[in-house]
């Protein structure tokens, strides 16, 4: 009998490449997902093309549209019924500038939601695999604070201790982290704290920019989805604040999803993991507007506001040396051209 994936927010980014993931490797999926992108971002930001890429499965992909994580009932009702082998949490609002609009939505999706499906997996088992995307937004700026460099495209960490990037015990604490930063915390130590004292196998990936062809990128989240996207349509592309020198990691949602995979084959308690494309994936915005320019052949438009977003970033690369510690058979696949190449491919095939 096959396996069993309970992947949450399964037409998104991250939960459509898992799910697909999966798939191709024999297993059963259940993704609960009521397409909540929509509502919190318009149209741009449906998600319902991925759905359709993974009704090619037919009856081994199981969709419930009508469940919604915030509904505490229908998850404790939802996970014994299926009876997981593993889940995969990556329903959530994933904006730290939507969430100051719409507060309540934020919280309930992003902290009680997450709570709703480890309680409930507490009450059917205790030895089901639990990995949650977190998002490095819970170190809030405090990345802000490290001695930096400014360099002629981009700023760097100017300290021999963050040579490699963040690692995992930054500090979360005493810091500005915006709404969905606070709200993404609470899940995460929930996550953490059911591993602890229930003994509960469970991981905390906190993401850098995870981003891919199957992005359904808006102005207010995805970040790289969407500056393509605004390259190859010719639109103007807002830059807010540092100069456009603010520099992320980005790492191709497939090699999200092998992790995943070595976490559910050999899975550890309360863990918690910095996944992002690491200091040889990362791009500035400037950088960015090269790379793409150069692959399009289209330069890149765009205006500068001398206002950066609330808690944003001046550099943030993760530090991945204790995810390939605990995993040798892990890295990154795909470069960060790669990874250009494959959402530019997407939208010209559109």
Same mark, same amino acid.
């Given at each position: 009998?096959?396996?069993?994936?309970?992947?949450?927010?399964?037409?998104?980014?991250?939960?459509?490449?898992?799910?697909?993931?999966?798939?191709?490797?024999?297993?059963?999926?259940?993704?609960?997902?009521? =397409?909540?992108?929509?509502?919190?971002?318009?149209?741009?930001?449906?998600?319902?093309? =991925?759905?359709?890429?993974?009704? @090619?499965?037919?009856?081994?992909?199981?969709?419930?549209? =009508?469940?919604?994580?915030?509904?505490? #009932?229908?998850?404790?009702?939802?996970?014994?019924?299926?009876?997981?082998?593993?889940?995969?949490?990556? !329903?959530?609002?994933?904006?730290?500038?939507? $969430? $100051?609009?719409?507060?309540?939505?934020?919280?309930?999706?992003?902290?009680?939601?997450?709570?709703?499906?480890?309680?409930?997996?507490?009450?059917?088992?205790?030895?089901?695999?639990?990995?949650?995307?977190?998002?490095?937004?819970?170190?809030?700026?405090?990345?802000?604070?490290? @001695?930096?460099?400014?360099?002629?495209?981009?700023?760097?960490?100017?300290? $021999?201790?963050?040579?490699?990037?963040?690692?995992?015990?930054?500090?979360?604490? #005493?810091? @500005?982290?915006?709404?969905?930063?606070?709200?993404?915390?609470?899940?995460?130590?929930?996550?953490?704290?059911?591993?602890?004292?229930?003994?509960?196998?469970?991981?905390?990936?906190?993401?850098?920019?995870?981003?891919?062809?199957?992005?359904?990128?808006?102005?207010?989240?995805?970040?790289?989805?969407?500056?393509?996207?605004?390259?190859?349509?010719?639109?103007?592309?807002?830059?807010?604040?540092?100069?456009?020198? #603010?520099?992320?990691?980005?790492?191709?949602?497939?090699?999200?999803?092998?992790?995943?995979?070595?976490?559910?084959? !050999?899975?550890?308690?309360?863990?918690?993991?910095?996944?992002?494309?690491? @200091?040889?994936?990362?791009?500035?915005?400037?950088?960015?507007?090269?790379?793409? $320019?150069?692959?399009?052949?289209?330069?890149?438009?765009?205006?500068?506001?001398?206002?950066?977003?609330?808690?944003?970033?001046?550099?943030?690369?993760?530090?991945?040396?204790?995810?390939?510690?605990?995993?040798? =058979?892990?890295?990154?696949?795909?470069?960060?051209?790669?990874?250009?190449?494959?959402?530019?491919?997407?939208?010209?095939?559109?």
């Amino acid at each position: 009998m096959s396996k069993k994936l309970i992947v949450t927010g399964s037409m998104g980014l991250i939960g459509s490449e898992v799910s697909e993931y999966f798939l191709e490797k024999g297993w059963e999926v259940h993704g609960i997902d009521n =397409n909540q992108r929509a509502i919190f971002f318009g149209l741009q930001g449906d998600n319902s093309s =991925n759905k359709d890429r993974l009704a @090619k499965y037919g009856s081994q992909y199981k969709l419930y549209t =009508n469940i919604d994580i915030r509904d505490r #009932q229908a998850i404790l009702d939802i996970i014994p019924q299926i009876k997981p082998d593993a889940i995969v949490h990556t !329903a959530a609002q994933p904006s730290h500038d939507r $969430a $100051a609009s719409i507060p309540f939505e934020d919280f309930d999706t992003n902290a009680v939601g997450t709570f709703n499906l480890l309680e409930s997996l507490r009450r059917y088992s205790t030895e089901v695999p639990f990995v949650h995307l977190s998002t490095n937004k819970v170190y809030g700026d405090a990345p802000n604070n490290i @001695k930096m460099k400014e360099l002629e495209t981009r700023f760097d960490y100017d300290d $021999a201790a963050y040579e490699h990037g963040i690692a995992e015990h930054f500090s979360i604490d #005493q810091s @500005k982290h915006s709404l969905f930063g606070a709200s993404k915390v609470s899940a995460d130590i929930s996550v953490q704290e059911y591993g602890r004292y229930f003994n509960m196998p469970t991981a905390c990936l906190r993401g850098g920019c995870l981003t891919g062809p199957n992005h359904a990128g808006v102005e207010l989240h995805g970040f790289l989805s969407y500056l393509i996207k605004c390259n190859i349509e010719e639109r103007e592309y807002s830059v807010f604040g540092y100069k456009g020198k #603010q520099v992320r990691d980005n790492i191709h949602s497939y090699d999200v999803a092998r992790f995943i995979e070595e976490f559910i084959q !050999a899975p550890r308690v309360a863990e918690v993991y910095n996944i992002g494309g690491g @200091k040889d994936n990362s791009v500035s915005i400037l950088e960015a507007f090269d790379l793409i $320019a150069k692959i399009s052949g289209k330069p890149m438009k765009y205006k500068y506001v001398d206002q950066n977003r609330i808690g944003d970033h001046i550099c943030y690369y993760s530090d991945l040396r204790k995810m390939k510690a605990h995993y040798p =058979n892990w890295d990154i696949t795909k470069s960060l051209e790669d990874v250009f190449v494959d959402i530019y491919n997407r939208y010209m095939e559109a």
